[in-house]
């Protein structure tokens, strides 16, 4: 019984490269298989609705373009604009205005790093609240907030845009739709809180004598 099982598992790749040569010269690799499940124009189900806007500057394995989720949707405070009418001065601390920033933005917490390093003026423009400021000068929007995370965040970004890092949305057919990096980080401050370990998952073991795949 188990020879036969092995001869069939052996043979299936034989199997569909034949089916494949019927429709081009070149068989179907796993490559070639795996980017035409994730290019796949078909919208899930679970996708349909959902905001979202194509990555810019940053591909997926083997250059594949990619979504992330849109932020300005699911923004719930007041836009920046409707209270900073005039660009934001650059030496807050010279001008006696720190203290009323900090009254101001009491509900949102400033633990992203020391004061020393980092100001609102790192990551918002000064001049367009409504924009985020990168490290060249130019600056992005809200839903493109994951080029501002890394531009210091690398690694993270390697990974996020690669799959090891963030959540994709639906599953892993079709087109990808992962969320952006402040669907998950507060960016004001972005280090998740300790949580106390959970238990290991409570399944019934299977007996080997009535469980299908045990028998012989």
Not at 27 to 51: H, K, N, Q, Y
Not at 125 to 153: I, K, M, P, W
């Amino acid at each position: 019984m188990i020879a036969r099982r092995w001869l069939a598992v052996a043979a299936l790749p034989a199997v569909l490269a034949a089916c494949g040569a019927a429709d081009t010269d070149d068989a179907a690799t796993p490559s070639s298989i795996a980017m035409s499940l994730e290019t796949d124009a078909t919208e899930l189900r679970a996708l349909r609705g959902v905001p979202r806007v194509a990555v810019e500057g940053i591909v997926g394995p083997g250059g594949r373009p990619f979504f992330t989720t849109a932020r300005l949707p699911h923004m719930t405070q007041g836009r920046c604009g409707l209270c900073h009418v005039r660009p934001l001065d650059p030496a807050p601390a010279a001008t006696g205005q720190e203290a009323i920033v900090r009254t101001m933005h009491v509900d949102i917490p400033s633990r992203h790093a020391p004061p020393t390093t980092m100001n609102c003026r790192t990551c918002h423009d000064g001049n367009d609240l409504e924009r985020l400021r990168l490290n060249d000068g130019s600056t992005v929007g809200f839903d493109h907030a994951y080029r501002l995370c890394v531009q210091c965040h690398f690694q993270q970004g390697r990974d996020w845009a690669g799959g090891a890092h963030g959540k994709r949305l639906a599953g892993w057919l079709g087109v990808r739709v992962v969320e952006n990096c402040t669907a998950c980080h507060d960016p004001h401050a972005p280090r998740f809180a300790p949580r106390a370990p959970e238990g290991t998952p409570r399944i019934p073991r299977t007996i080997r004598n009535t469980h299908p795949g045990g028998r012989r």
